[in-house]
């Protein structure tokens, strides 16, 4: 997969390139990542990218010519472009996974007061990461880049990416490392038990309660299951189940022996 960034400051992206994950990713070339300047391209003879609003106002924006020439200059026939505009769609994880089944994605990064709204027409898709103001679109494109790469196949493990956060609408289960106590916090002893199959059922109810309890939201859009709703029964009860200290108790024992 390419993705390319059409930015006035590429060397934001130096960072986002060079560690971690996305660097083994570009590395094993699972993806490809350019940032490209858009002020290569404009034809200003001062170098600008930007004016005063005509009409007056605030700010400087964004010039039409140089982002389009930029655009056409990199755009594939088969590449999807998205600009970053809070009156875009909200990015999501499903956004996500949709553009991670693409060949070619390139991203738009205004900056300063905004971009002339003519821009617009050379886009396939308006995007918003979040209703909040940022100084440009360069964080939030490096948000999607990190968000699509990590889902491509050779990013990272299939492993790691089963039963994470927002998929199927639910947040993901706790999870917990050694010691045991830390600070008079304790692992669950459920995950102690080696009983697969009852592991597997108290994460999903934990997932449930963390989503009704956090993201409400997310819980409304859920179709429970007979059982889901069982495991909500049994947690809103406040006892513990029979089928959880069962499996508790011969974790012990087989521990012990």
């Given at each position: 997969m390419r993705i390319s960034v059409l930015t006035l400051f590429p060397e934001m992206f130096e960072g986002f390139t060079?560690?971690?994950?996305?660097?083994?990713?570009?590395?094993?070339?699972?993806?490809?990542?350019?940032?490209?300047?858009?002020r290569d391209y404009t034809l200003d003879k001062y170098g600008r990218t930007d004016t005063p609003p005509i009409g007056g106002g605030a700010g400087l924006v964004q010039k039409a010519q140089p982002i389009v020439d930029a655009i056409k200059a990199n755009k594939k026939p088969n590449t999807h472009v998205i600009l970053m505009s809070p009156r875009g769609r909200r990015f999501d994880q499903k956004m996500a996974k949709s553009f991670a089944n693409l060949?070619?994605?390139?991203?738009?990064?205004?900056?300063?007061?905004?971009?002339?709204?003519?821009?617009?027409?050379?886009?396939?898709?308006?995007?918003s990461i979040g209703d909040y103001i940022l100084t440009g679109g360069e964080i939030p494109a490096m948000a999607i880049a990190d968000s699509v790469i990590r889902l491509l196949d050779g990013?990272?493990?299939?492993?790691?990416?089963?039963?994470?956060?927002?998929d199927n609408n639910l947040l993901e289960y706790p999870q917990y490392t050694e010691p045991y106590?830390?600070?008079?916090?304790?692992?669950?002893?459920?995950?102690?038990?080696?009983?697969?199959?009852?592991?597997?059922?108290?994460?999903?109810?934990?997932?449930?309660?963390?989503?009704?309890?956090?993201?409400?939201?997310?819980?409304?859009?859920l179709v429970l299951s007979k059982q889901d709703r069982k495991l909500l029964e049994e947690a809103d009860s406040g006892e513990t189940p029979k089928w959880e200290s069962d499996a508790i108790e011969k974790g012990k024992k087989f521990m012990h022996d």
């Open positions: 060079t560690n971690s994950i996305i660097k083994r990713a570009l590395g094993k070339g699972v993806a490809s990542f350019e940032a490209i300047q858009i060949e070619d994605l390139m991203i738009v990064c205004g900056h300063y007061e905004g971009i002339d709204e003519r821009v617009n027409d050379y886009v396939d898709e308006l995007v990013a990272i493990t299939r492993d790691s990416l089963e039963e994470e956060s927002f106590d830390y600070q008079g916090a304790t692992v669950p002893p459920i995950l102690y038990s080696g009983n697969h199959g009852a592991i597997a059922k108290w994460r999903r109810k934990q997932s449930l309660l963390l989503t009704r309890m956090h993201r409400p939201d997310l819980f409304e859009k």
